[in-house]
């Protein structure tokens, strides 16, 4: 199982609303990663989680917290959200940190918030 | 700081021709990765193909190969024998060694022409 699993795969969301992305990897991987991507745009790191502690925040507004309840699963909670949130939402995963790695992407969330 | 150059936005090739495409980058470290990841509309990343920097073997993967200079700083991605099926964006990508982070150029937008 080379597989990394989100949902949902379309999101819309008024500003108002409290809405989370899940992700789902099942190969042992204990480095997982939220990545943000805009139209026609590289994606952008927010956040790294490695065994399950945040390792890295990109300086990502407080309207997404991450969470990370194993070490096969990975949440953003989205609240308040602009306008300008509307992207894809990448969730992607690795090896342990050190070891010959890649990272493996899932088909991403595409966000819309109204 | 790290950086990712790829020069090329935009090509278009025949099917069955050759097309390289251009990847600089900037590091003074000695121990990384790097990697060309494709996005077919389908949105989903997937790597094509992955160079460990202490390797002086230029990778393959099939019809994927790259050309890696580690003197020039340059890891350019040839496809061989293109298919419809190439058409995609492709992003070039670095890793160090022992840490969470990728770093992605902003893309080449891949298109076969049948």
């Known amino acids: 199982d080379t597989e990394v699993t989100q949902t949902p795969k379309h999101l819309v969301m008024g500003m108002t609303n409290k809405k989370s992305l899940k992700c789902e990897q099942h190969?042992?991987?204990?480095?997982m990663y939220w990545y943000k991507q805009k139209a026609k745009k590289p994606p952008e790191l927010m956040f790294v989680?490695?065994?399950?502690?945040?390792?890295i925040n990109e300086s990502v507004p407080s309207r997404f917290s991450p969470e990370c309840p194993n070490s096969s699963l990975l949440n953003l909670h989205l609240h308040a959200l602009q306008p300008e949130d509307s992207a894809l939402y990448l969730c992607?995963?690795?090896?342990?940190?050190?070891?010959?790695?890649?990272?493996?992407f899932g088909q991403g969330t595409r966000l819309t918030v109204v | 700081a790290q950086t990712v150059t790829q020069s090329q936005p935009e090509m278009s090739v025949q099917e069955a021709e050759t097309v390289t495409l251009s990847c600089t980058y900037d590091?003074?470290?000695?121990?990384?990765?790097l990697f060309w990841y494709k996005q077919p509309p389908s949105r989903q990343m997937i790597l094509v193909i992955r160079?460990?920097?202490?390797?002086?073997q230029n990778a393959t993967e099939n019809r994927f190969s790259v050309n890696f200079q580690k003197a020039a700083k340059s890891f350019s991605l040839k496809i061989s024998d293109s298919q419809l099926g190439d058409t995609a964006m492709y992003f070039c990508?670095?890793?160090?060694?022992?840490?969470?982070?990728?770093?992605f150029g902003k893309g080449t937008r891949l298109h076969i022409l049948p």
């Open positions: 992607a995963s690795s090896q342990v940190v050190g070891a010959d790695t890649e990272a493996f």
């Open positions: 190969m042992g991987h204990r480095a």
């Open positions: 989680y490695s065994y399950e502690k945040l390792s």
């Open positions: 590091t003074s470290e000695n121990n990384y990765y």
């Open positions: 160079q460990e920097a202490y390797k002086q």
């Open positions: 990508a670095f890793m160090r060694r022992f840490d969470d982070k990728i770093i």
